[in-house]
């Protein structure tokens, strides 16, 4: 299953608002129902739960960064001037 260009952006942003809050809460009171680990056990924990939140959605957040590929670039609409086109000042 191939999602959209927008659908992944709007799914990336459901994860980011909902998903990653819920996902800190969660890890949060597990190592809080565990016995108080030492400092360095508690950290390894949260540093691999850090991680481990992004690796099922990959596929999701891969190439949202980057301009919409199904996008056609010349559909009458000019593209904003970059700060490259202004002139420059000597």
């Given at each position: 299953m191939t999602l959209s260009y927008k659908a992944r952006r709007r799914w990336s942003l459901f994860i980011l608002l909902v998903g990653m809050?819920?996902?800190?809460?969660?890890?949060?009171?597990?190592?809080?129902?565990?016995?108080?680990?030492?400092?360095?056990?508690?950290?390894?924990?949260?540093?691999?739960?850090?991680?481990?939140?992004?690796?099922?959605?990959?596929?999701?957040?891969?190439?949202?960064?980057?301009?919409?590929?199904?996008?056609?670039?010349?559909?009458?609409?000019?593209?904003?001037?970059?700060?490259?086109?202004?002139?420059?000042?000597?």
């Amino acid at each position: 299953m191939t999602l959209s260009y927008k659908a992944r952006r709007r799914w990336s942003l459901f994860i980011l608002l909902v998903g990653m809050p819920a996902y800190v809460v969660g890890a949060v009171t597990v190592v809080n129902a565990l016995e108080r680990p030492s400092i360095l056990v508690e950290f390894l924990v949260y540093v691999v739960l850090g991680v481990a939140w992004v690796l099922p959605f990959r596929f999701v957040f891969r190439g949202i960064g980057k301009p919409d590929p199904d996008a056609d670039a010349g559909a009458g609409e000019a593209s904003p001037p970059s700060a490259s086109d202004a002139p420059e000042d000597r």
